[in-house]
């Protein structure tokens, strides 16, 4: 078992930026790919970005592509997700996810094993 505990998010300014971790509980945290998705009021959750175990594969959604940047550190168990000239449309409840499988945090499996419970980030005009 993964338990992902939320920290980050709030209220910004759109061209702000805000930072979100997410730190996993148990001794496995580098066996396990990570990744953020969101969802916005009345839309489905989608993908934001993803990590690979070592960290040395990253992959975006299109939307978030050169102002989000995911980052991890294995040795505090602990993934983040840098979001800078964040936009109206940016404002969701950003969920943390871990697998053991890249494609499923990427957004391309057949569903993740682990989600954090939700931070809300609120990004005004």
């Known amino acids: 078992q993964v338990q992902l505990v939320q920290s980050g998010g709030g209220l910004v300014q759109a061209g702000g930026s805000l930072r979100l971790s997410c730190a996993a509980s148990?001794?496995?945290?580098?066996?396990?790919?990570m990744g953020w998705f969101r969802q916005a009021p009345g839309k489905e959750r989608e993908f934001v970005a993803a990590i690979s175990w070592g960290g040395g594969n990253t992959y975006y959604a299109d939307s978030v592509k050169g102002r989000f940047t995911i980052s991890r550190e294995n040795a505090k168990n602990t993934v983040y997700l840098q979001m800078n000239s964040l936009k109206p449309e940016d404002t969701a409840v950003y969920y943390c996810?871990?697998?053991?499988?890249?494609?499923?945090?990427?957004?391309?499996?057949?569903?993740?094993?682990?989600w954090g419970k939700g931070t809300l980030v609120t990004v005004s005009s």
């Open positions: 148990g001794r496995t945290f580098n066996r396990y790919a």
């Open positions: 996810a871990a697998d053991a499988r890249y494609s499923d945090v990427a957004g391309m499996g057949d569903g993740v094993d682990y």
